[in-house]
């Protein structure tokens, strides 16, 4: 018997009637940003060039004097729709993460089919293409870095796996209630970025202020919790996004009643760059 996949959330657009009140949680400071699942409606879609069938929220991109190193999309491709020439970047490296929907991924010639759970890592340079499968529109995390390489290290090359097929990885001392599902070995150096799924039990927390040098892009898959952002308490649930700059202080406590699950973006491995408007960015 195959094990049920875990609950993602997709948005699915539309609009609010005319009737609802235009109070709602997003924020923008200097810190961070969060953007509630509300905000996800049918006005705020974008399209891409190369691709058919398609339409996108756009919710992290690089900005002079906030997050630096990375965009992301929430792809939402119609069955038989998608590209033969996803990005015209060929400095950009990819991280996809489906979370409804069936999609044939091919990558330097090699066919993978991903579904809820999916995972694909695709290193700059690589040729690849999407086609949606199936009645119900694929879903998925596009996040985007430019790829930062590093002398003596090769580059890493592509794959897929799905979440069910990776480990949880239990934070010590926590008694299982805290725990992160890894797709990349932290110590391999080949890699400038992490995206992981962070898992929470209800009652589990982060203890301190997390404040470091990663910036985060954080979407809810799963759950309901609250989260420290900054000096700021923010009630958060599966759809929302949060945005982090590097140093902004960030603590959880999952409050239940289910567990509380997030996707998660960090740039990782590589020198701070002392040329250039921001860190991590190419000498100018």
Known sequence: MSTPQPPYYSPKGGLPPQTALMTGRAVFTTAYAFIPKGC??????????????????????????????????????????????????AGAEHFLFFTDGLATLTIDGTGYELDAGGYAYIPPGASWTLLAL????????WIRKLYEPAQGIPR?????????????????????????????????LRHDAHVNIVTFQPGGVIPFEETHVMEHGLYVLEGKAV?????????VEAG???????????????????????????????HATLRGPGAFRPAL
Request: net charge negative.
């Open 40 to 89: 996800f409606s049918d006005i705020v879609t974008s399209y891409l060039p190369g691709w058919t069938q398609t339409r996108l929220w756009l919710i992290a991109r690089p900005m002079s004097g906030f997050s630096e190193t990375f965009s992301q999309y929430v792809m939402e491709v119609q069955s038989g729709g998608g590209s033969d020439s996803p990005d015209a970047e």
């Open 134 to 141: 199936g009645p119900q529109p694929a879903r998925f995390h």
């Open 156 to 188: 890493p090359p592509a794959f897929v796996t799905n979440e069910k097929d990776q480990p949880l990885n239990t934070m010590p001392g926590t008694k299982g209630v805290w725990g992160t599902t890894r797709f990349v070995d932290p110590g391999d």
């Open 227 to 235: 989260y420290k952002l900054n000096q700021d308490w923010v009630e």
């Open 240 to 270: 929302d996004f949060m945005w982090l700059r590097a140093y902004c202080p960030q603590a959880c406590y999952a409050a239940g009643p289910g567990p509380f699950r997030y996707l998660l973006y960090k740039d990782v491995n590589r």
